[in-house]
């Protein structure tokens, strides 16, 4: 039996996207309220003491991670690589997985109706 827990957070920042069509309104210097949402998972016989996955509020050095290094930033100059959702998901778990073992997943919105996600 597998358990997740899941937290949402949120930063705006901006970025311009590389390798599109002349034109493209995402080639232009633009920015975004973003979502990130990780998701942590464990075996029931892995649940901490008083059973949790992860106790949430150990998620908030994430937090402040993304309010400092992140929030009201340009993408471009923090990440190696286009800075679309989905390198996004990539990189915020390739950080982080190291401190959460358990991070099964990243998912990162741009718009309220789109999510890229990263699950590997």
């Known amino acids: 039996m597998t358990l997740r827990i899941s937290k949402e957070f949120s930063f705006s920042a901006s970025?311009?996207?590389?390798?599109?069509?002349?034109?493209?309104?995402?080639?232009?210097?633009?920015?975004?309220?973003?979502?990130?949402?990780?998701?942590?998972?464990?075996?029931?016989?892995?649940?901490?003491?008083?059973?949790?996955?992860?106790?949430?509020?150990?998620?908030s050095r994430l937090k402040n991670w993304l309010d400092e290094k992140l929030d009201h930033r340009h993408l471009n100059d923090l990440m190696s690589g286009n800075p679309t959702a989905e390198n996004l998901a990539m990189w915020i778990f390739e950080e982080w997985i190291r401190e959460y073992p358990e991070l099964s997943a990243v998912r990162v919105s741009e718009t309220p109706k789109t999510w890229a996600e990263y699950r590997p």
């Open 15 to 59: 970025h311009l996207l590389d390798e599109l069509p002349e034109g493209h309104q995402c080639g232009r210097l633009h920015g975004h309220n973003y979502r990130v949402e990780v998701e942590l998972s464990a075996q029931r016989e892995a649940l901490t003491k008083p059973g949790f996955v992860r106790d949430y509020g150990e998620l």
